[in-house]
Structure formats: structure tokens, C-alpha cells
């Protein structure tokens, strides 16, 4: 079982299960179905979060499950 929600807007992966609204982006739908995980230290000067679109340190999903279907649902 993984540990904390991922938001399904940016990725990053909450840990507290009572925030409601992702402190990153603002947005409030999550999903605890997600695999693998990055941290990002410094993401101007990492290629994997420009490449991901983070622009904020923390910890990010890899992968999310039916990632398509809930971002446009
Ligand atoms: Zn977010």
C-alpha cells in the first residue's frame, strides 16, 4: 500500500491525509493510485522536473493511474 495521494494536476505526493488542497498548485483532486516516485531537490537545475513541468522541490508520481481519463474526465 502506498504511502499519501498524488495530485492530479501536478503530481506532487501528499503525505498528510488531512490536506485537502495541494499546497504546489492549488488543486483538490487527488488520487492514491500512483507508482513510483521522484524527489526533486533543485528543479532549476534538474532535467527530469523540466522535463516534467515542476517547478517546485518535493516529492512527484511517475506514473498515475487512468492519468488521461481523470485529467479530462
Ligand atoms: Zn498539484
Redesign the pocket.
Known amino acids: 500500500m502506498q504511502k499519501g495521494k498524488a ?6 505526493i501528499i503525505e498528510e491525509s488531512n490536506t485537502d488542497k ?6 483538490n483532486a487527488f488520487t492514491t493510485f500512483w507508482r513510483g516516485y521522484v524527489v526533486v531537490i533543485n528543479p532549476e537545475n534538474s532535467e527530469l522536473a523540466k522535463k516534467m513541468g515542476i517547478s517546485a522541490a518535493g516529492k512527484y508520481a511517475l506514473h498515475i493511474s487512468r492519468w488521461m481519463r481523470l485529467r479530462f474526465p
Open positions: 495530485c492530479r494536476s501536478c503530481r506532487k495541494c499546497p504546489n498548485c492549488g488543486n
